[in-house]
């Protein structure tokens, strides 16, 4: 049978379709919006100077020298971006069993650090503590036989925290996944002098296939041997995440953040409906990489890929998101 129009009565009246018809009303009824102040920006830096080195498995990325970095930060500064994530490309001879470089503080991301803070004070500058940029085996933490040691790698990691405050960084960011960082790296701040250092707790990461593009970025894809299984969380879980994200609210952390982020919006609403903290998702490497690829191939406009794929973050709750599309989506919004 035909439909009716007094079917409508069926419907109130209603028709969800009236509203989507022109683009005021929808600009009016719009529930989320994407701003430059939304992202935080991943930058991997190298050794050298005016040296730039794409990353093969992540069209449109690229390692830079610090000079480069500096500029890079004025550049997302003009954009609005609030901070930027820095992580470093370390030298292989500089790469050892117990990723002690990561404690110098004149190491690579230091020198990044202090030169953008003196270039550009007013961005954010977010460092990451984990050992995988400087370890010989690309693990997080310290090894014995296979086995990552929990209490060993926390008491390095506190010392790499320190370096990285001391040089400049506004925000603190482990990664790494051993218990009781948090509380281990608060305390060490604090004690040092530097209780307005934010920690950002990596407080929900999982064991990803997606980091693969970043391994590479960094370095230490081909070094790693076994799988981060036993550290990082396995991605069956949900429950998990709130105990992790308890936890770390208990030692101190002041944000968190669930990583990967497209394949974990699940878990960013499910924190943010729970926990009254910021929450941050990490659009990763591989997820960057599919969208850049796909829309290389011609199988998606990158434009509109990217712009959907960072909504969705706003959507599921997120106040701020680290994507290496920040200063390109940025330029989009401002433009
Ligand atoms: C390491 C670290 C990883 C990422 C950020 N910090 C990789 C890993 O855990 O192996 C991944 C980010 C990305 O894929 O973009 N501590």
């Not at 018809?21 to 529930?31: F, K, N, Q, T």
């Not at 391994?215 to 036993?230: M, Q």
């Amino acid at each position: 049978m035909a439909w009716q129009k007094h079917d409508m009565e069926f419907l109130g009246g209603r028709r969800l379709r009236r509203p989507r018809m022109a683009g005021w009303s929808r600009d009016l009824v719009r529930e989320t919006t994407l701003t430059p102040h939304d992202f935080i920006w991943p930058l991997f830096v190298v050794e050298g100077q005016n040296e730039r080195q794409p990353v093969a498995s992540m069209p449109g990325v690229e390692r830079l020298s610090i000079d480069l970095a500096v500029q890079a930060a004025k550049d997302a500064h003009a954009e609005g971006i609030p901070a930027l994530a820095l992580f470093p490309n370390t030298d292989p001879s500089k790469r050892t069993e117990d990723g002690h470089e990561a404690t110098n503080r004149d190491n690579l991301v230091c020198r990044a650090l202090s030169a953008i803070k003196d270039a550009v004070p007013e961005i954010g500058l977010v460092a990451d503590v984990a050992l995988d940029p400087y370890t010989s085996h690309g693990h997080d933490g310290v090894m014995a036989g296979e086995e990552i040691l929990n209490d060993e790698t926390v008491a390095i990691l506190v010392q790499q925290a320190l370096v990285q405050a001391r040089s400049g960084a506004d925000v603190i960011a482990p990664s790494d996944m051993m218990d009781g960082r948090i509380a281990a790296i608060r305390q060490a701040l604090d004690d040092e002098g530097m209780e307005k250092t934010i920690v950002l707790s990596y407080a929900a990461k999982y064991a990803s296939a997606f980091y693969g593009p970043f391994r590479e970025a960094v370095g230490s894809g081909a070094r790693l041997k076994g799988s981060k299984l036993t550290y990082q969380m396995d991605p069956a879980n949900a429950e998990d995440a709130i105990r992790e994200v308890e936890q770390d609210l208990a030692e101190g952390a002041d944000w968190i953040m669930v990583k990967p982020g497209m394949l974990y919006l699940d878990i960013c609403r499910m924190l943010k409906d729970r926990f009254d903290v910021p929450l941050f998702a990490y659009q990763i490497s591989g997820e960057y990489s599919m969208i850049s690829i796909a829309a290389q191939a011609g199988a998606l406009d990158r434009d509109a890929a990217m712009a959907e794929s960072l909504l969705a973050f706003k959507r599921a709750g997120c106040s701020g998101i680290l994507t290496y599309f920040a200063l390109d989506m940025a330029r989009k919004l401002n433009a």
